[in-house]
T-cell receptor, first 114, second 112 residues
Framework: EPEVTQTPSHQVTQMGQEVILRCVPISNHLYFYWYRQILGQKVEFLVSFYNNEISEKSEIFDDQFSVERPDGSNFTLKIRSTKLEDSAMYFC????????????FGSGTRLTVV | GDSVTQMEGPVTLSEEAFLTINCTYTATGYPSLFWYVQYPGEGLQLLLKATKADDKGSNKGFEATYRKETTSFHLEKGSVQVSDSAVYFCALSDTGRRALTFGSGTRLQVQP
């Protein structure tokens, strides 16, 4: 069964450093997403991406965050200057159609900012 | 704004017990409702969905009915198994939005 692959599974970074989280969505999917879950809290929507541009973003997704699909297969989330409160599990997801019924999530990257 | 409220966990049951995980929601439009499950070390998987009032979603023995009058979407299973141990998330997608709004998740532990 097709999967969304995220790398690395765990990343530790120092506060103030830039970090890039990587995702390989399902190959024929068109819509891509990032969500995050701070430990013990809800899964929160960050951003959706379609046709090489952001289609929707949340209040969390400020100027410190950016997304990119650099090569037609990878989908990345960049955090420019990490803060302690960015520590969370980050989930990538993709869908193949215009509904929200077919989300496929990756298994997540745990980001720890020290 | 949209929100989803789930019962606090963990929920601990014996095998073959009846399961209910409560979920209520607030939405401005006519949302679609979902239950996702997360097994240890894995991503979120869609368990079932309902797209309009009175729809019943079902999968793998789990079911949930979209109740607009009570703004609820409670998850039920008649006889749980140890393999059902996981974290269950209720979620909604409001009209015209692609984003999912999640509840906080409920951990289910089933003991043999």
């Amino acid at each position: 069964e097709p999967e969304v692959t995220q790398t690395p599974s765990h990343q530790v970074t120092q506060m103030g450093q830039e970090v890039i989280l990587r995702c390989v969505p399902i190959s024929n999917h068109l819509y891509f997403y990032w969500y995050r879950q701070i430990l013990g809290q809800k899964v929160e929507f960050l951003v959706s991406f379609y046709n090489n541009e952001i289609s929707e973003k949340s209040e969390i997704f400020d100027d410190q965050f950016s997304v990119e699909r650099p090569d037609g297969s990878n989908f990345t989330l960049k955090i420019r200057s990490t803060k302690l409160e960015d520590s969370a599990m980050y989930f990538c997801a993709s869908t193949g159609d215009q509904t929200n019924y077919g989300y496929t999530f990756g298994s997540g990257t745990r980001l720890t900012v020290v | 704004g949209d929100s989803v409220t789930q019962m606090e966990g963990p929920v601990t049951l014996s095998e073959e017990a009846f399961l209910t995980i409560n979920c209520t929601y607030t939405a401005t439009g006519y949302p679609s409702l979902f239950w996702y499950v997360q097994y240890p070390g894995e991503g979120l998987q869609l368990l079932l969905k309902a797209t309009k009032a009175d729809d019943k979603g079902s999968n793998k023995g789990f079911e949930a009915t979209y109740r607009k009058e009570t703004t609820s979407f409670h998850l039920e299973k008649g006889s749980v198994q140890v393999s059902d141990s996981a974290v269950y998330f209720c979620a909604l997608s409001d009209t015209g939005r692609r984003a999912l709004t999640f509840g906080s998740g409920t951990r289910l532990q089933v003991q043999p």
